[in-house]
């Protein structure tokens, strides 16, 4: 199997020149320069050529570097894609699965610094499967506890249990409002990492 995960240098490693070093923050507060320096640190050890690209902000839906990027592997742009942790890649364990046999099958590597499995064996991919599946339960854990902070009233809002101030979307929005501003930030903050 091409896929391959974890920091020991393997024969597989001779067919790889040029890479795709992805990194991923859920909000602009986040600094990902850790994960910067790792990858590149590992690119320029192994002396591949590579891209960066870096997610800054991101919700399970919308990863738009992410898809960009995903469909370039998937057109063999690259030889392989190096993530720091298999959670910076996907966000579920069906995603993982999924998209890691996809470029398996289209002949792309798949590297992830900081988790030393080999998915060339069947252990490793039983290794991979129970980090990605506890990852995904961490995940809901969080999810749930921030939904025992909610209740819902006699007229059915959903209200906080701290303060109780209704939660989430409040109706339509009845004021009329330039949206020039938001198309403005999204085309800064997204400009240089969709090319």
Known sequence: MNAIVGDEIMDDYKEIKKVALYS???????????????????????????????EKESTRKTRPVKYNLYQRLLKKEFDAVIVWKLDRWGRSVKELVTEIETL??????????????????????????????????????????????????????????????????RGPDKKRRNRSGYYQRWNKRFRGDLS
């Open 104 to 169: 398996f099958n289209r002949g792309v590597k798949f590297i992830s610094i900081m988790d030393p499995i080999d998915l060339s064996t069947d252990t490793g991919w039983l290794q991979f499967q129970i980090i990605s599946a506890f990852a995904e339960f961490e995940r809901r854990i969080i999810s749930t506890r921030t939904k025992e902070g909610f209740y819902k009233d006699k007229k059915g809002i959903i209200r906080s249990k701290k303060s109780g101030k209704p939660v989430g979307k």
């Open 24 to 54: 991923r923050v859920s909000t602009i507060d986040q600094n990902p320069e850790n994960q910067k320096d790792a990858l590149v640190n590992r690119a320029k050890r192994e002396r591949w050529e590579y891209k960066y690209f870096e």
